[in-house]
Structures are given as C-alpha cells and as structure tokens.
C-alpha cells in the first residue's frame, strides 16, 4: 500500500499555488518563467498521481506532452529574454512597459 | 501513515518537503541562480516522487530533460546577461502588487480547500490502458505514445523544430542588427 494519491494532490496544489504567487509577485523575467515551470511541474506531478491511482497510460502521456512543450516554452521564452536585454530594456517586468506603442 | 508503508511514508516526506524547500527557494532567493539551483532541488524531488509512483522513465526524462537542459539553460541566459544582479519585491511600480497577489493565491487555496473537503480522491480504475502488474510503465507508454497518441507526437516533433528556428531567428536576426549598426557608428566615427 503506497502513499494516498490526496497526498500527492496536496503537495501539487501546493507547488502550483508556490509558482503562481512567484509569477504574481517577482519582476525578473527569468524568475517568472522559472515560476511557470513549478506550475507545470505540479500539473505534471498530479497527472503522474491520477495515472497511477487510475492505472491509466493516459496520464503519463499527457506528462510527457507536457515536458516537450516546456521545453518548447523554455526556449522561446529565453531568446525572447535575450532579445529585449540586447535593446537595453534590462530583465525586469516593469521594463516591459516600452511595448505599449 | 494512512496505511502506507513506513519506506513509502519516509520517501514521501523526505521528497515533499525538499520539493517545498526549492519551490519557496525559486520564489524568494534575490539572485537569480540561487533560484535556478532551488529549481533544480524542486524537479529533483518531483522525480523522486514520479518513482515512488511508478513511472520510473517520466522520473528519468524529467531529470534529464528539466535538470539537464531547461536549469542549465536558464543558468547559462544568466551568466550571458550577467543579470544576476538583486532586487527586491519592495520597489513596486504596480500598485499594491504584493497584496493583491496574496490576495489571489488566498482564493485559489480557499478554492482548493473547499474542493478537498467536498471529493477526497477515490473511484475506479479505469478499463482501457491498464499498467500490467509489475511491468514498468514504459512499454505501456511506448504503445501508448505510438498508436494512440501517435499524431500529437508527430505534432511535437513539429512544436520542437518551429521552436528552436524561432529561438535562432529570433536571437541572431537582433544581433546581425545591432553589430550592423555598430558598424555603422563606428564607420561615421572614423
């Protein structure tokens, strides 16, 4: 008899919760990004936890789809980073701001 | 604990909490790569738990993939922007931003909560797709990924090639612009 799944539901609401506060509150763009992979690290890990429960593939096919977009994600995201430090906006949110026409 | 085995409780709390520890980390570290290494405990942990669930391949792509490439990417943008420098959740030019966010998260959890109390998870297995007992998961996910969900991976395959183009073009056609016009000034210069 392994761990309740609710355990593992817990702690994903959790780390979901974490990231959204960290994406909410921090101003490097970097930090943000890396809040939104703890987000989808918690989806992933309730994906894995249902499947497991469920004895259902379906779930861990959906965690590796997940895993190739954020990757995807990741590597846009930086370039993106990248493209707006090398204008001199600087990494932070707020700099953001010189996108409003 | 709850009819756990004691190794099965003692994996879980160690991992829980590790993966709490570097959740917080990545929030509230001032220097980006300390956030980058709590990010690295945190997926590490998660792994430890995609094993103690069975899905030991997930385990190691999410090692491999996550703290191998995405962690190291985000450091090496990092150490090139040299934006390591640190700020603070202080200096806020939105207003009430902290609160508001507080605020927010307060009402997801109180959502949550309220969710938990009503549905503790339970129900059946499902009848297609099972796990064979005592095989990994990984031929089951082999079949999956190849026969039913053989589309969407081809899509991805797809996703991946449009990203890294994008990330090339986006990236190269900035700097060929900037050392042109660099090249410019220092024309008009001489």
Sequence with gaps: ?101 | MFGATIVDSIVFSVACVFALIGALGVISFKNPVHSALGLVLCLFSIAVLFIEQGADFLAAVQIIVYAGAIVVLFLFVIMLLGVDKEESVKDETLKFQLPLAILAVAVLIGLFIAVGIGYWVSGANSLTGNFKPGVPGILELARAIFTTYLVPFEATAALLVIAVVGAVMLVKREGMAKRQSEEITVGEQN
Excluded at chain 1, 66 to 88: N, T
């Design chain 1, 1 to 101: 008899m392994s761990v309740p799944t609710s355990w593992f539901l817990v702690l994903s609401f959790a780390l979901f919760s974490i990231g959204l506060l960290g994406v909410l509150v921090r101003k490097n763009v970097l930090i943000v990004l890396m809040s939104i992979e703890l987000m989808l690290n918690a989806a992933n890990l309730s994906f894995v936890s249902f499947s497991s429960r469920l004895k259902d593939i379906g779930g861990i096919s959906a965690v590796f789809f997940v895993l190739v977009v954020a990757a995807a994600e990741v590597v846009v995201g930086l370039a993106i980073v990248v493209s707006i430090y090398r204008k001199r906006l600087g990494s932070s949110i707020d700099d953001l701001k010189e996108l409003q026409g």
